[in-house]
C-alpha cells in the first residue's frame, strides 16, 4: 500500500490530477484484464488528456458569459419550420469563425435566435474557440462606462479578444448618441 501512496504522492506533485482520479479504477481494470505495463500507462495517459480537454472546455464555457447552457441537438426545428436547419447545422462547424465571416439572426422575439446563438457558442468552445456572450445593452453600458473612466480601450480590446463574439438582443431598444458611436 506504500507504494500507491507514494506514487499518489507523486501524481498531486506533478498535478496529474485526471491520472489521479481513475488510478484506483485502472489499477482494478488492469489486474482484472490481465493488462500490460504499456496499455496499463496508455489508459492512464489517456484519463489525463481527457481531463485536461474537459478542464479547458470548461474554461471555455465558463468565460464566454452564457445565460444559459444551450445545444443545437435540444434545439426544436419543427417549432419554426422557416429556420433553415441545414444551414444552421453547418455553421455548427464554426468555419465562419476561421474566415471571419459575421452571422447576424434577426426576427421577431421568441423564434429562438438566442437560443441557436448560445448553441452556436457552446459548440465553438466545443471545438476549441474562446467565446464571448453579451446583451448588447450590457456591451454598451460597459463600453459607455469606459468612457467614463478613461478604460474605453481596455474594455474595448476585452470584447474584441475572442475568436467568436455574441452580441445578443442588439437594437432591441433605442441607442444613445454615444452608444451609436461605440458600435
Known sequence: MADIHQLEN???SLKLTG?????????????????????????????EVQYR??????????????????????????FNTRIPAQHIHDLASCRFIERKESIVFCGPVGV????????????????????????ASRLLSD??????????????????KPDLLIV????????TKTQIEDS
Open 53 to 78: 480537454a474537459n478542464k479547458r472546455l470548461t474554461s471555455r464555457i465558463s468565460k464566454a458569459h452564457f445565460e444559459e447552457e444551450k445545444s443545437l441537438e435540444e434545439f426544436n426545428f419543427s
Open 168 to 175: 445578443d438582443d442588439f437594437a432591441l431598444k433605442e441607442f
Open 112 to 135: 429562438g435566435k438566442t437560443h441557436l446563438a448560445q448553441a452556436l457558442g457552446h459548440q465553438a468552445c466545443r471545438l476549441g474557440y474562446s467565446v464571448l456572450f453579451s446583451k
Open 19 to 47: 491520472m489521479l482520479d481513475t488510478l484506483d479504477l485502472r489499477l482494478t481494470q488492469a489486474q482484472k484484464d490481465g493488462m500490460g505495463f504499456i496499455q496499463f500507462l496508455e489508459l492512464l495517459l489517456e484519463d
Open 10 to 12: 507523486k501524481m498531486r
Open 143 to 160: 463600453l459607455g462606462g469606459g468612457r467614463a473612466d478613461g478604460t474605453w480601450d481596455k474594455r474595448l480590446r476585452r470584447y474584441l
